[in-house]
């Protein structure tokens, strides 16, 4: 009896993991039916938890596609990467994968991204915003038609400015703030000192686990010390830049002395004017815990649906020298080793082009990569969504573009962490540069 | 004769199947893996290296870092638990009607996952909002930067440990003393020695053997830690919390060199053996009585 | 009562206290902060009061969220098969190979012994890398057999096992050998049943073991389907996502709940177990 037990305990175990496995190896195609005489197809998606496409999105495409079904894995933002890592190795990884843009080069240089010329219609690559293109290529190829871009301003709440008789920013790209600017705004809208503060100035980043140092937030502090139109061997030019254009050399790019006097300011706001908290408070802005935030477009879906109780603006991303932001987004690809490429493709391209693209622009308030698409949203060129869309074309770069971009953003985000709990900046990207110089140089 | 191989091999043949499997094999291929360069995203394509990865780990101050820092904490865990445990076991084993009620609520941490522990006080020793910082405020006690900063990073992971594992220990050295034969403490008085005389030449020198082994498995559990980086620091202030596991995992799977994490992985394996074996060895003492 | 010793019996009293607030309290403030709403929790945290660890208002909310959204049903219900299957398949591996290990009698069984205690001191951080490539070949990635798999070979669990088995006496074999019994019946009618609290110690161990393991599972596993509750509740506070803190406390609470109701019926044998581990040596 007991042995029976064990034996149906193992099965039990087995079951669940063996049934699903068996089943996905004969649920490529199913049987024809009337509706689709040559089976439906299963596609396997390994997206991101609450990034897109969203269901909406999804379902416009099975009423278009109604003999393509699509099985869903998630995983938390933080997790996809170390995933996709493991998964593209095993022997069965999924078909499209849903992934952080910049990692376009690496995955497209380790050979695990289907290149997706052939299968894109006519018009569709001159079509695509230029930062996209950009992040999106790789040795003449395009891996990846995007998703959606995202770019950040400076939300501000009005009636705490009102009330601390502070100016509110202009709201064209030309009225934007200096950093000096913002800086005397965040301390001024302060409540609160040392140890009590009640209302921060500058609210702690939403993104990540709400720790400072998160490279596309974060790194255009030091970026914005830089000047394209400098000389190209001047430091000044370089920290524009912080990586060489081949994406083999931070040294001289990362540790410049202005990137380091940026790394100083952004240093200063948590430790000398001390203007915003070093761990994450959850909805800081929207609970009134703090006058300003940087954030993206989508957060104004989430303030229109959900009444802050307050009124808002948006403004320009500060600037030190040269206004930048950084671009780049979640992006679908296929993976290489997809049995199924034309109609992952297929699928793919469904996302990012057409009626389905159009509805994540409309109900998420994000910008979409199609310039076709533009015209069709009006609210892309009123306020505030203006804003985001002329910092695109006008001030929006890739995060620093490398075939080992992962591990840039890793170095570097820990990096800026550790410079924003008070390490000394020179020394802290001296020893990023360093820890980058074998990994980049292979 | 073969009927007796055959039935040899039928008790102890899945096992060491098993074992040979998922143990020895994944230790030939973690050899196998430190002589060359690859990334996971690719496996077939990698380049041969030979030592290349060990001159790395042992030039890198990165790498360096990790020893350093997982040993000292090794050594701060074991420092801090023995005395408390010690402590705490004397308590108990005078305090008859509330030995029970306090050793269950001392061991509740020991069979909570280190996930859970390592969550519970991220949100204890949050700065602002912390449970931790609570507390210090009502008495009145300085502030914290806790997890956020540099020279505080590890103590405080330190302390959660402490919190976590006395109660292992506690129960250990409880076991221990009270196996002492009273006869030994009451013939000690009778010869006219202290409370602390009678601590020090009677009850230490028998717990030695107790002491060895919650050295040895409070060396163990906190080489092995890893909860606490993943969950808590990222490794940081400043690689201050960048425990060896968690080296070698953020060196395979998001810095994409599982070669070197490999080599790391080689040398930490060595040097775990070499202090198991040391500290086994040591266990051998037998104070006979 | 004389003053010394109201004041002796103050002092004895106040020091149980602060060991019993000391180890009790955070576990306190968790589970009742689940009940809480978010602005709950930061609000009752200054001044500290008795709100701190009771929830004036408490709500579900946090919990509900927790099984709908976080699918935290099944991530309790994973964990179970796991952790059972851990145990029953340990126990079976273990009592063969000890008792092939000690009950018959062949050269080299010495040295079998000692290759497997050596993998007892490998750590798994140093192997996960090729051990997930090997599950991987196995087909296993992404499964719960993979989870528990490489375990059931445990030189803990032959450890143990050998040495209860030594303890039994060998007349008992050889008299059941003498009515006409093989090994296999010896193994299951007479070693077995006398060795229920070793069996006992070593599933309460393996169990504790398999329900708070976190480096292997989230190494193997990948889809949220096959999420195990230790994988389930780190997702919330690891880098990448602001925590939700009345969340994340329900699900440390979910997770930890089950365990120490266990802990608390079964005391004894956990405790003894340990120390029988501990002070044998």
Same mark, same amino acid.
């Given at each position: 009896?007991?042995?029976?037990?064990?034996?149906?305990?193992?099965?039990?175990?087995?079951?669940?993991?063996?049934?699903?496995?068996?089943?996905?190896?004969?649920?490529?195609?199913?049987?024809?039916?009337?509706?689709?005489?040559?089976?439906?197809?299963?596609?396997?998606?390994?997206?991101?938890?609450?990034?897109?496409?969203?269901?909406?999105?999804?379902?416009?495409?099975?009423?278009?596609?109604?003999?393509?079904?699509?099985?869903?894995?998630?995983?938390?933002?933080?997790?996809?990467?170390?995933?996709?890592?493991?998964?593209?190795?095993?022997?069965?990884?999924?078909?499209?994968?849903?992934?952080?843009?910049?990692?376009?080069?690496?995955?497209?240089?380790?050979?695990?991204?289907?290149?997706?010329?052939?299968?894109?219609?006519?018009?569709?690559?001159?079509?695509?915003?230029?930062?996209?293109?950009?992040?999106?290529?790789?040795?003449?190829?395009?891996?990846?038609?995007?998703?959606? /871009?995202?770019?950040?301003?400076? #939300?501000?709440?009005?009636?705490?400015?009102?009330?601390?008789?502070?100016?509110?920013?202009?709201?064209?790209?030309? /009225?934007?703030?200096?950093?000096? /600017?913002?800086?005397?705004?965040?301390?001024?809208? /302060?409540?609160?000192?040392?140890?009590?503060?009640?209302?921060?100035?500058?609210a702690p980043s939403r993104f990540g686990n709400g720790t400072p140092g998160f490279v596309y937030r974060d790194l255009p502090f030091l970026r914005t010390w830089g000047d394209p139109k400098a000389p190209p061997d001047s430091s000044v030019?370089?920290?524009?830049?912080?990586?060489?254009?081949?994406?083999?050399?931070?040294?001289?790019?990362?540790?410049? !002395?202005?990137?380091?006097?940026?790394?100083?300011?952004?240093?200063d706001l948590f430790s000398v004017a001390k203007v915003t908290p070093k761990a994450g408070i959850p909805d800081a802005f929207q609970t009134g815990r703090a006058c300003f935030t940087l954030d993206t477009?989508?957060?104004?879906?989430?303030?229109?649906?959900?009444?802050?109780?307050?009124?808002?603006?948006?403004?320009?991303? !500060?600037?030190? @020298?040269?206004?930048?932001?950084?671009?780049?987004s979640i992006t679908l690809g296929v993976m290489a080793k997809s049995a199924h490429q034309?109609?992952?493709?297929?699928?793919?391209?469904?996302?990012?082009?057409?009626?389905?693209?159009?509805?994540?622009? @409309?109900?998420?308030?994000?910008?979409?990569?199609?310039?076709?698409?533009?015209?069709?949203?009006?609210?892309?060129?009123?306020?505030?969504?203006?804003?985001?869309?002329?910092?695109?074309?006008?001030?929006?770069? =890739?995060?620093?573009?490398?075939?080992?971009?992962?591990?840039?953003?890793?170095?570097?985000?820990?990096?800026?962490?550790?410079?924003?709990?008070?390490?000394?900046?020179?020394?802290?990207?001296?020893?990023?540069?360093?820890? $980058? @110089?074998?990994?980049?140089?292979? | 004769?073969?009927?007796?191989?055959?039935?040899?091999?039928?008790?102890?043949?899945? #096992? $060491?199947?098993?074992?040979?499997?998922?143990?020895?094999?994944?230790?030939?291929?973690?050899?196998?893996?430190?002589?060359?360069?690859?990334?996971?995203?690719?496996?077939?394509?990698?380049?041969?290296?030979?030592?290349?990865?060990?001159?790395?780990?042992?030039?890198? =101050?990165?790498?360096?870092?990790?020893?350093?820092?997982? *040993?000292?904490?090794?050594?701060?865990?074991?420092?801090?638990?023995?005395?408390?445990?010690?402590?705490?076991?004397?308590?108990?084993?005078?305090?008859?009607?509330?030995?029970?009620?306090?050793?269950?609520?001392? #061991?509740?941490?020991?069979?909570?996952?280190?996930?859970?522990?390592?969550?519970?006080?991220? *949100?204890?020793?949050?700065p602002n909002n912390g449970l931790v910082d609570g507390v210090l405020t009502a008495v009145g006690l300085p502030r914290l930067d806790f997890l956020t900063s540099e020279s505080q990073a590890l103590p405080s992971i330190v302390l959660m440990m402490l919190w976590q594992q006395t109660g292992f220990a506690t129960v250990l050295f409880l076991s221990g003393l009270q196996a002492i034969p009273r006869e030994l403490e009451d013939a000690a008085s009778v010869d006219g020695a202290s409370a602390l005389q009678r601590l020090r030449h009677v009850t230490l020198p028998l717990l030695a053997r107790t002491t060895m082994f919650v050295v040895v498995m409070m060396t163990v559990f906190s080489l092995q830690a890893f909860a606490p980086p993943l969950v808590m620091t990222g490794g940081g202030p400043d690689g201050t919390t960048n425990f060896l596991a968690y080296d070698i995992y953020s060196l395979a799977f998001s810095l994409q060199q599982p070669g070197l994490a490999s080599a790391v992985s080689v040398i930490f394996m060595l040097i775990v053996l070499a202090i198991s074996l040391l500290q086994m060895r040591l266990l051998r003492a037998r104070w006979a009585y | 009562m004389s003053a010394t010793r109201l004041a002796r019996w103050i002092g004895g009293a106040a020091v149980l206290l602060a060991i019993i607030g000391f180890f009790l309290l955070p576990y306190v403030w968790i589970i009742a902060s689940s009940f809480k709403p978010q602005t709950a929790i930061f609000a009752d945290m200054k001044p500290l009061s008795w709100r701190t660890f009771i929830p004036a208002a408490p709500t579900m909310a946090n919990l509900v969220s927790l099984f709908r959204e976080r699918d935290a049903g099944r991530a309790l219900l994973n964990s179970a098969i796991v952790s059972l299957c851990q145990v029953a398949g340990t126990l079976m591996l273990c009592t063969l190979a000890a008792y092939?290990?000690?009950?018959?009698?062949? !050269?080299?069984?010495?040295?079998?012994?000692a290759l497997v205690l050596l993998t007892f001191l490998l750590p798994l951080e140093s192997l996960m890398v090729p051990l997930y490539i090997t599950v991987s070949g196995l087909g296993l990635q992404d499964t719960l057999a993979g989870v528990f798999l490489p375990w059931i070979a445990s030189p803990f669990g032959?450890?143990?096992?050998?040495?209860?088995?030594?303890?039994?006496?060998?007349?008992?074999?050889?008299?059941?050998?003498?009515?006409?019994?093989?090994?296999?019946?010896?193994?299951?009618?007479?070693?077995?049943?006398?060795?229920?609290?070793?069996?006992?110690?070593?599933?309460?161990?393996?169990?504790?073991?398999?329900?708070?393991?976190?480096?292997?599972?989230?190494?193997? $596993?990948?889809?949220?389907?096959?999420?195990?509750?230790?994988?389930?509740?780190?997702?919330?506070?690891a880098p990448g996502q602001m925590p939700n803190w009345g969340q994340t406390f329900a699900g440390v609470t979910v997770a930890t709940v089950p365990l120490i109701i266990l802990f608390l019926f079964l005391q004894r044998l956990f405790v003894r177990g340990i120390a029988m581990t501990g002070v044998k040596g």
């Open positions: 009896m007991p042995r029976l037990l064990l034996l149906a305990c193992l099965a039990a175990a087995i079951a669940p993991s063996v049934a699903p496995a068996i089943a996905r190896a004969d649920d490529a195609v199913s049987a024809p039916t009337v509706a689709c005489p040559q089976g439906v197809l299963m596609l396997h998606m390994l997206k991101p938890q609450t990034n897109p496409p969203y269901p909406g999105q999804l379902a416009l495409f099975k009423a278009a596609n109604p003999c393509v079904a699509l099985d869903i894995a998630e995983v938390p933002f933080g997790q996809l990467a170390d995933k996709i890592a493991v998964l593209a190795a095993s022997g069965e990884p999924p078909d499209v994968i849903v992934y952080d843009g910049p990692n376009t080069q690496s995955y497209a240089a380790a050979g695990i991204l289907l290149p997706l010329d052939p299968y894109l219609p006519a018009g569709v690559k001159d079509d695509i915003v230029a930062p996209t293109l950009a992040e999106h290529s790789y040795e003449g190829k395009l891996y990846s038609p995007g998703l959606q /871009q995202t770019t950040l301003a400076l #939300f501000y709440n009005a009636d705490m400015l009102a009330k601390a008789g502070i100016t509110p920013p202009g709201r064209t790209l030309d /009225q934007a703030w200096t950093w000096a /600017q913002a800086l005397d705004a965040f301390k001024k809208c /302060q409540q609160g000192e040392g140890d009590n503060v009640t209302v921060w100035g500058l030019y370089k920290t524009y830049w912080a990586i060489s254009p081949d994406g083999k050399t931070a040294d001289g790019w990362l540790n410049t !002395p202005e990137a380091i006097a940026g790394a100083q300011f952004f240093q477009s989508y957060f104004i879906a989430g303030l229109t649906n959900k009444d802050p109780g307050f009124k808002w603006g948006v403004a320009p991303m !500060p600037y030190t @020298r040269t206004p930048i932001v950084h671009t780049g034309e109609a992952a493709a297929k699928f793919v391209i469904a996302m990012s082009t057409g009626p389905i693209a159009l509805d994540l622009a @409309r109900s998420t308030h994000i910008l979409p990569v199609m310039k076709s698409l533009y015209p069709s949203l009006p609210e892309l060129t009123q306020y505030p969504l203006n804003i985001f869309a002329e910092e695109l074309n006008q001030w929006g770069h =890739p995060r620093p573009p490398s075939a080992k971009f992962a591990q840039y953003d890793k170095i570097v985000t820990d990096a800026l962490r550790d410079i924003a709990y008070g390490a000394a900046p020179k020394a802290r990207l001296d020893a990023a540069v360093r820890s $980058l @110089r074998p990994i980049l140089a292979r | 004769m073969i009927r007796r191989w055959v039935t040899i091999a039928a008790f102890i043949g899945p #096992f $060491l199947l098993l074992l040979a499997v998922f143990q020895y094999w994944p230790v030939v291929a973690m050899l196998r893996d430190s002589l060359y360069d690859f990334q996971l995203l690719d496996p077939s394509r990698r380049s041969f290296v030979g030592l290349g990865n060990y001159l790395d780990v042992l030039t890198d =101050p990165d790498r360096l870092q990790a020893f350093a820092v997982t *040993f000292s904490f090794a050594a701060g865990v074991v420092v801090t638990v023995i005395p408390t445990a010690f402590l705490l076991a004397v308590y108990l084993n005078g305090a008859l009607p509330a030995r029970a009620l306090v050793r269950t609520i001392v #061991f509740l941490p020991v069979v909570t996952s280190a996930v859970v522990i390592a969550t519970m006080w991220t *949100f204890l020793l949050e | 092939g290990l000690t009950r018959i009698r062949f !050269p080299g069984a010495g040295l079998v012994f032959l450890f143990l096992l050998r040495q209860a088995f030594e303890e039994l006496p060998r007349e008992l074999d050889e008299a059941a050998t003498i009515d006409g019994a093989g090994h296999f019946r010896i193994f299951w009618s007479i070693v077995l049943p006398n060795v229920r609290t070793a069996l006992a110690t070593l599933s309460l161990v393996t169990f504790l073991f398999s329900w708070n393991a976190f480096l292997w599972p989230l190494v193997v $596993l990948s889809s949220p389907r096959h999420a195990v509750i230790q994988i389930a509740v780190a997702q919330s506070v």
